[in-house]
């Protein structure tokens, strides 16, 4: 069964960072393009940033470039988002996603639950 | 800045057809976008219904079909259940390993 599972959330001040994980198992990882997607309370589905199979391609939403930075092991089946310079726009639950295939292109098809990022002083 | 447009909200009665689009604030949605669409209930992370347009998700009814209709693409509920009363989300490639959801319908069986 394909599981994939977020932690790392949390509490943390303006301007603070964190580090989300997605933990992923029942499929070969290293196939597959991965994917952050977040919503912030009552609000729609936001695409965050994606990386290819391999790690060596990496893509952010404007929103977030040079703030998020995506990346995976490959050896450990973790995908991972570090988050800096956070603001109140960036509350939201953080999706990981597993594409259907290698590369970003690739729909994304599994979701995991979620984590939830709260920035406030 | 392309914006992803989506009705807000709408209403099914039970039983019926409705068609839910997913269109772009200039220009045409093409199969080469791979239009994807999500069901969402409250709490709950979303669950993938059609890919690439027009391909059903493993374990997803045959009631739910994806199209492109005219200048947009399209999901397309037939027979409508009450538990299909949902937040449904389309999302397009753009290109360059981006891609933008829209903004979400809210479904009501009524």
């Known amino acids: 069964e394909v599981q994939l599972l977020e932690s790392g959330g949390g509490l943390v001040q303006p301007g603070g960072s964190l580090r989300l994980s997605c933990a992923v198992s029942g499929f070969t990882f290293n196939s597959y393009a991965m994917n952050w997607v977040r919503q912030a309370p009552g609000k729609g589905l936001e695409w965050v940033s994606s990386?290819?199979?391999?790690?060596?391609?990496?893509y952010y939403a404007d929103s977030v470039k040079g703030r998020f930075t995506i990346s995976r092991d490959n050896s450990k089946n973790t995908l991972s988002l570090q988050i800096n310079s956070l603001g109140a726009e960036d509350t939201a639950v953080y999706y990981c996603a597993k594409a259907r295939a290698l590369m970003p292109r690739d729909p994304f098809d599994i979701w995991g639950q979620g984590t939830m990022v709260t920035v406030s002083s | 800045q392309t914006v992803v447009t989506q009705e807000p909200s709408f209403s099914v009665s039970p039983g019926g057809t409705v068609t839910l689009t997913c269109g772009l604030s200039?220009?045409?949605?093409?199969?080469?976008?791979?239009p994807t669409w999500y069901q969402q209930t409250p709490g709950q992370a979303p669950r993938t219904l059609i890919y690439?347009?027009?391909i059903r998700s493993s374990g997803v009814p045959d009631r739910f079909s994806g199209s492109i209709l005219g200048k947009k693409a399209a999901l397309i509920i037939t027979g409508a259940q009450a538990d299909d009363e949902s937040d449904y989300y389309c999302v397009l490639y753009m290109g360059s390993g981006i891609w933008v959801f829209g903004g979400g319908t809210k479904l009501t069986v009524l």
């Open positions: 200039s220009g045409s949605v093409s199969t080469n976008y791979y």
């Open positions: 990386i290819s199979a391999g790690g060596s391609g990496t």
């Open positions: 690439s347009t027009n």
